[in-house]
């Protein structure tokens, strides 16, 4: 179990980065809180990467602060962070336990340590087989299951994951969710950034959304959808939706089954439910809020963003 | 910095190179199959040489009239000597020395009667010894195959005691001196003590050879060095890397660990020097005459440890700064090929070891520990030299690991990106190379 915080897991203070004439990151500030599962998304080229690298101290902001468990990032810091990048890979020549070991080693956990914990995680992923074998060895879903048992080993505070679930199948997405979640049961802050906003709607408590450097979205995922939530419900089942009190306009779906309803002024969600519900001409299978996906969500600020900066 | 980390990576290092086919092969394969090779070329020469079966007996046709003995004093019945015989023929008159035409009638029928007994195989050869021997000293051997040294010593001896048997009594010398009129004596200049001819050649190669496994050793492991970098940012590995050890942590223990590793390869080659040198005499006179002195050998291993600091920190950069293995092994391939330059003049340094071209390379911080070393086996190398040459290879080595720290710290993320002299040379005007480990966008290029 680790010891919680008391204060933010990550702090990022108005913290800015620039290339050359190129900023990167422009006074971008959010926390991390301890023990959540948290999301960073934006589109390619918004400063994700930039800014994880910040966060673990492998670049230096030109201005602003970055606060990582409890105070700025040293060494002893470091060795509480589990770190998977996008771009993964391990030592190709060499057997899985000794890579896993290796890298535990070098976060402070003792060999024998490292070594036990490594056959117990392998044996929780299906990997015990190939325990001695050579990661060259290994399917790529395979390798991306020994960098996630080699990111979480030395049992960190803090895991910052980028694109989790990239290449695995359904069985594999599964499991590694399952240890995700062990992690975060026990207290590990979970940071990742992802394109698939489905994940994020399932696992993440809070989300930061950065594009072209800036803060664009920030808060709670069901927030953040109540933000964009239309004024609108979306209905199905039968019946004369034009004709139905509150109803300004509808839209059927593509299938044919669901139909967005868009309220009038005045109209509630409320107030349509009753019209449904006292009106014989309707027959309703499902009624819910027209809330946005967050793919939606991405699309509409990433496509906004895009276009106003010519994109 | 954490010792600790330092030692994991240096443990790490040493232990994966170690078991590399390559290093397995280059530190006992290389000794073991060159120790296999000079037996058998030893065994094959020496016996070709010194084997006298194949000349049991040789013919002799003295044009010159000097032939008098034809056993040699004190050689027994057994000797691999061969047996030296006077080619005649009862038949034929001998001619008077003043009719030419009738000599060179007679001694050809004479060389007929010797070619027709070497091809009866009674004779194994035959010597003519020309008309004019005493002035001109030619003596034709005729024979089939190899001609062993030793055959030519033996027809030399024999020669030798056809001159001594000639010899006035009134010479104030040894006879068989004529022969042979002087017998060498090499000292060493500084000791006055007597050298071999193994001692002397020893000499000469043996700084040579010296060079040799030095450059072998050192390319090899700093090749490792700059392999292991471009494969730790081929396989992204570097990134998770930079997260759990500083990148002066991780350079140090990988000079570290490969240092270790260069000086196990030496030590193995010189274990198999050592087992060569206890088992054969001339091995050891051809070592001893080299004389190191305890003073020598500190500063041969002091500049092995610099020379090998400047390699490893100009692959590391190298490596660093390199997109792919191949690509890193080109630009290696051009400093190794510097580093080799020294053996490439060789000529220049037996010619001159005190001529402007040693000494540039003596004082070029790539080939100054060659270019020294070479010149301590053929001359004086004064001391003001030594002191500059290792003066300048001092701070060649911290230049260079202040460049590759750098360059390290600058392009240990560039994935796919080749760090440019240009992008290398603005960071390091702007100060930011301290400051960053950079991504991609160090030129310029998008941010992720």
């Known amino acids: 179990m680790n010891t919680p915080l008391n204060g933010c897991a990550i702090c990022v203070r108005n913290v800015t980065k620039r290339y050359g004439n190129f900023t990167a990151v422009d006074a971008l500030s959010f926390d991390v809180e301890p023990g959540e599962i948290f999301a960073m998304l934006g589109p390619n080229g918004a400063g994700k990467t930039t800014m994880i690298r910040m966060v673990l101290d492998i670049l230096k902001p030109d201005t602003g602060s970055i606060e990582v468990l409890g105070g700025p990032i040293s060494d002893a810091t470091k060795d509480r962070i589990g770190y998977l990048p996008e771009e993964r890979g391990l030592y190709r020549d060499v057997p899985v336990i000794d890579v896993l070991t290796y890298l535990a080693q070098l976060k402070g956990v003792p060999r024998a340590e490292a070594q036990r914990r490594a056959a117990t995680m392998l044996e929780q992923v299906g990997l015990e087989a190939n325990i001695k074998s050579k990661v060259s060895e290994l399917s790529k879903g395979m390798q991306q299951k020994v960098q996630t048992v080699a990111t979480v080993l030395h049992r960190p505070s803090l895991v910052i994951i980028d694109e989790p679930f990239s290449g695995l199948d359904p069985v594999n997405t599964q499991m590694i969710k399952d240890l995700l979640y062990d992690l975060n049961r026990d207290g590990t802050t979970i940071v990742m950034s992802t394109h698939q906003m489905n994940f994020i709607e399932e696992m993440a408590n809070r989300l930061v959304m950065i594009d072209h450097g800036h803060r664009v979205l920030y808060g709670s995922v069901q927030d953040v959808r109540d933000r964009f939530a239309e004024d609108a419900v979306v209905v199905e089942g039968t019946g004369d939706w034009a004709a139905l009190p509150g109803v300004r306009s509808f839209d059927l779906s593509e299938t044919g089954r669901e139909v967005t309803l868009h309220l009038a002024d005045g109209a509630t969600p409320d107030s349509i439910m009753q019209s449904l519900a006292t009106n014989s001409g309707y027959q309703v299978r499902r009624f819910e809020l027209a809330v946005p996906s967050l793919t939606d969500i991405f699309i509409q600020v990433a496509g906004g963003n895009n276009n106003r900066n010519g994109g | ?448």
């Open chain 2, 1 to 448: 910095m954490s010792w600790n980390k330092i030692f994991l990576v240096a443990k790490r290092e040493y232990w994966f190179n170690f078991k590399r086919k390559s290093f397995l092969f280059s530190a006992y394969g290389v000794p073991l199959l060159t120790l296999v090779a000079m037996f058998l070329i030893f065994q094959f020469t020496a016996n070709r040489e010194s084997n006298l079966d194949d000349f049991a007996r040789i013919g002799v046709i003295d044009r010159a009239g000097i032939v008098s003995v034809l056993d040699a004093p004190g050689l027994s019945a057994d000797s691999d000597a061969p047996e030296y015989v006077l080619i005649s023929d009862p038949s034929l008159p001998v001619p008077d020395n003043d009719d030419p035409e009738a000599r060179d009638a007679y001694f050809t029928a004479l060389e007929q009667r010797a070619r027709e007994q070497f091809d009866a195989g009674e004779l194994d050869g035959y010597l003519v010894i020309a008309d004019q021997y005493v002035m001109n000293g030619v003596v034709n051997l005729y024979t089939e195959g190899n001609i062993p040294a030793a055959l030519s010593s033996d027809i030399g001896s024999f020669m030798g005691r056809q001159v001594s048997a000639r010899a006035p009594e009134a010479l104030e010398m040894e006879a068989n001196l004529l022969a042979q009129p002087i017998e060498e004596v090499m000292r060493d200049i500084d000791s006055g003590d007597e050298m071999s001819e193994a001692a002397l050649v020893g000499r000469m190669l043996l700084p040579f050879i010296f060079v040799f496994i030095y450059v072998l050793a050192t390319s090899t492991t700093a090749q490792y060095l700059m392999n292991g970098i471009v494969e730790e940012k081929e396989t992204r590995m570097m990134e998770i890397l930079a997260t759990s050890i500083r990148p002066t942590e991780l350079l140090w223990g990988k000079m570290l660990g490969l240092a270790a590793l260069s000086f196990t390869q030496i030590g193995i080659w010189l274990a198999a020097g050592a087992l060569l040198v206890m088992s054969l005499e001339g091995a050891r006179e051809f070592v001893g005459a080299l004389g190191l002195a305890p003073l020598d050998i500190a500063l041969v291993v002091f500049m092995f440890v610099i020379n090998f600091l400047l390699f490893s920190a100009t692959m590391l950069g190298i490596g660093a700064a390199s997109t792919a293995e191949a690509e890193s092994r080109q630009i290696a391939g051009i400093l190794t090929f510097i580093t080799v330059l020294p053996m490439a003049g060789v000529v220049t340094f037996f010619t001159n070891p005190d001529g402007p071209i040693p000494l540039f390379f003596t004082f070029f911080p790539f080939t100054a520990a060659t270019g020294l070393i070479l010149r301590f086996g053929l001359t004086t190398v004064p001391l003001w030299q030594i002191i500059l040459s290792l003066a300048i290879q001092i701070v060649a080595v911290f230049v260079m690991m202040w460049l590759a720290a750098k360059i390290f710290r600058l392009g240990m993320l560039m994935y796919g990106k080749r760090l440019t002299p240009r992008t290398l040379w603005q960071a390091l005007r702007e100060g930011r190379a301290t400051l960053t480990t950079a991504s991609a966008p160090v030129d310029g290029a998008a941010a992720k």
